[in-house]
């Protein structure tokens, strides 16, 4: 019991050696204001998504079927781009999870029904 008692003053104490060091800086503190700045922008995207859906709407369905192309060719381009990185081993993290996530918006544009992407499944029973 001693032993442990000591052991755990031990850590108390270099605990907060370090700390007083700088070495455990909270990421909280630095997250705050990040988290903040997230919300600003994600609250600006949302209002730009927004306008930019309800412009699309107002579009003839020739018009939209373009645009769909030219977004499925600039999607098709960054594709090749992020599979010649991942061929060629010089791909980072965030670049994979853009591959992947460009990868299953392209399955989505392969499927027949390219509007009915956003309907929820229907349950097995």
Do not use: W, Y
Request: glycine content about 4%; hydrophobic content about 25%; aromatic content about 4%.
């Amino acid at each position: 019991m001693r032993r442990a008692f000591t052991t755990f003053l031990l850590v108390v104490v270099i605990a907060l050696a370090a700390s007083s060091a700088g070495a455990f800086d909270s990421p909280s503190d630095k997250g705050a204001t990040n988290q903040d700045e997230k919300k600003k922008r994600s609250s600006e995207d949302r209002n730009k998504e927004e306008k930019h859906r309800e412009e699309f709407n107002k579009l003839t369905p020739e018009k939209k079927e373009a645009k769909r192309k030219e977004f499925k060719g600039r999607l098709e381009k960054r594709l090749s781009e992020l599979r010649c990185k991942q061929t060629n081993g010089t791909i980072n993290a965030q670049e994979t999870r853009e591959l992947s996530r460009s990868e299953q918006i392209l399955k989505r544009f392969n499927q027949p029904n390219p509007g009915k992407t956003n309907a929820p499944a229907v349950p097995k029973r």
